[in-house]
């Protein structure tokens, strides 16, 4: 079955910096889009980044400039590389995949910034 695990999460400082992994099995990691999401205490979930199956990329406005998402189709990975963090960052992120109608999320890895 499908399964997305996220590590890396934790606890940094402002202008600190965390990096995300996603590991995927059970389905054809290549051909699905991918991507990474995050919800705050009493917010709705919200796109972060996301990375097409030819490797195209679109980022939240929030963190443009800051996060880099990629991934590695060889090893059926996807990545999260986040620098200058900022506490309003602090949410518990997800990875996601979506092929056609088919959408399958991870459990979820926290990320806390706090001075």
């Known amino acids: 079955q499908v399964r997305l695990v996220e590590s890396g999460g934790g606890v940094v400082q402002p202008g600190e910096s965390l990096r995300l992994s996603c590991a995927a099995s059970?389905?054809?990691?290549?051909?699905?889009?991918m991507g990474w999401y995050r919800q705050a205490p009493g917010k709705e979930r919200e796109l972060v980044a996301r990375i097409s199956s030819d490797a195209k990329t679109i980022y939240a406005d929030s963190v443009k400039g800051r996060f880099t998402i990629s991934r590695d189709n060889g090893k059926n990975t996807m990545n999260l590389q986040m620098n200058s963090l900022k506490p309003e960052d602090s949410a518990v992120y997800y990875c996601n995949r979506r092929y056609g109608a088919s959408v399958d999320w991870g459990q979820g890895t926290q990320v806390t910034v706090s001075s």
């Open positions: 059970g389905f054809m990691f290549s051909i699905n889009v």
